[in-house]
């Protein structure tokens, strides 16, 4: 069983930023593919960014050159580095992680974590 717990969320003005983190236990951590999703109210919840186990990293493209996904396996933690924050970023953001196939779909990660709350004021 692993479960992503999530922190660093809050509120922000836009133009701002935040570090979401997610550790996740799991012996074989450095294996695992993890993502990061949000969904806004009354919204999908949408495919913000994923790192492969080797470090791979996809974004979608409302957060290209504003978001960093990184981990560090040492520490079996994914961080989401938030730069330049627009009140449309305003979402609960979920970790996800291991499953196999598309990295940009959230049924295909078996794992979630309970979500924290970034909301960005404008």
């Known amino acids: 069983q692993v479960q992503p717990v999530e922190s660093g969320g809050g509120l922000v003005q836009a133009g701002g930023s935040l570090r979401l983190s997610c550790a996740a236990s799991?012996?074989?951590?450095?294996?695992?593919?993890m993502g990061w999703f949000r969904q806004a109210p009354g919204k999908e919840r949408e495919f913000v960014a994923a790192?492969?186990?080797?470090?791979?990293?996809y974004y979608a493209d409302s957060v290209k050159g504003r978001f960093t996904i990184s981990r560090d396996n040492a520490k079996n933690t994914v961080y989401l580095q938030m730069n330049s924050l627009k009140p449309e970023d305003t979402a609960v953001y979920y970790c996800?992680?291991?499953?196999?196939?598309?990295?940009?779909?959230?049924?295909?990660?078996?794992?979630w974590g309970q979500g924290t709350q970034v909301t960005v004021s404008s």
């Open positions: 996800a992680t291991k499953g196999r196939g598309s990295v940009f779909l959230g049924e295909e990660y078996e794992y």
């Open positions: 799991g012996r074989t951590f450095s294996s695992y593919r």
């Open positions: 790192i492969s186990w080797s470090g791979m990293q």
